[in-house]
């Protein structure tokens, strides 16, 4: 059983849909994150938010918003999607953005663009 | 920036037998930390071990250790008496101390354990 809940778990959209991701953390943290984990590369941090305010923008296209609207929610808006950005997105979170605090993750929700 | 080199893209080891994961890394920060995080089928990232770079003393976490190399940059698991349930990809991560809490995270090893 996870602290760090993700819905949907698969979801499938076109390339002119608008969808989002959902994240809820029942750990208690300050700060949660966006992960994109694509085949064949390194997980990579799209998106950070402490106390509810965004801290971290990887130089993510615009076709992703993230919204925190609270400690324990995150979520990610998708918008005119390419197919290269089908892949797992992790949501993660830990006590705050102090170094060595430990990052805990979900369980990750499939996306595929057609 | 850091780097993190996953050298072995596949690995497997019979049940019970022992097994050690690579793991090299590249930074100039002489303070940091280190983690291997497991995924196993579910795509969970589950925290495994973590090791704080100013420890000398290796971390370990009952079958799960770690051969912590500073000088050489080296930061190696070791899983013994290996279970069928530890069959999963691992992932080694470094992170800075001081920038916030970001994992670099290395391309990963799939371990498969054979019955």
């Known amino acids: 059983e996870t602290g760090v809940t993700q819905t949907p778990r698969h979801l499938v959209m076109g390339m002119t849909n608008k969808k989002s991701l959902k994240c809820e953390q029942h750990l208690g943290h300050n700060a949660m994150y966006w992960y994109k984990q694509s085949a064949k590369k390194p997980l990579e941090l799209m998106f950070v938010y402490n106390f509810k305010e965004q801290t971290e923008n990887n130089s993510v296209p615009s076709r992703f918003s993230p919204e925190c609207p609270n400690s324990s929610h995150l979520f990610l808006h998708l918008h005119t999607l390419q197919p290269e950005d089908s892949a797992l997105y992790l949501c993660?979170?830990?006590?705050?953005?102090?170094?060595?605090?430990?990052?805990?993750f979900g369980e990750g929700s499939w996306l595929t663009v057609v | 920036a850091q780097t993190v080199t996953q050298s072995q893209p596949e690995m497997s080891v019979q049940e019970a037998e022992t097994v050690t994961l690579s793991c090299t890394y590249d930074t100039s920060e002489n303070n940091y930390y280190l983690f291997w995080y497991k995924q196993p089928p579910s795509r969970q990232m589950i925290l495994v071990i973590r090791?704080?770079?100013?420890?000398?003393q290796n971390a370990t976490e009952n079958r799960f250790s770690v051969n912590f190399q500073k000088a050489a940059k080296s930061f190696s698991l070791k899983i013994s008496d290996s279970q069928l349930g530890d069959t999963a990809m691992y992932f080694c991560a470094f992170m800075k101390h001081g920038q916030g809490n970001k994992l670099v995270f290395g391309a990963g090893t799939i371990l498969r354990v054979k019955s």
């Open positions: 090791q704080e770079a100013y420890k000398q």
């Open positions: 993660a979170s830990s006590q705050d953005r102090s170094s060595g605090n430990t990052i805990y």
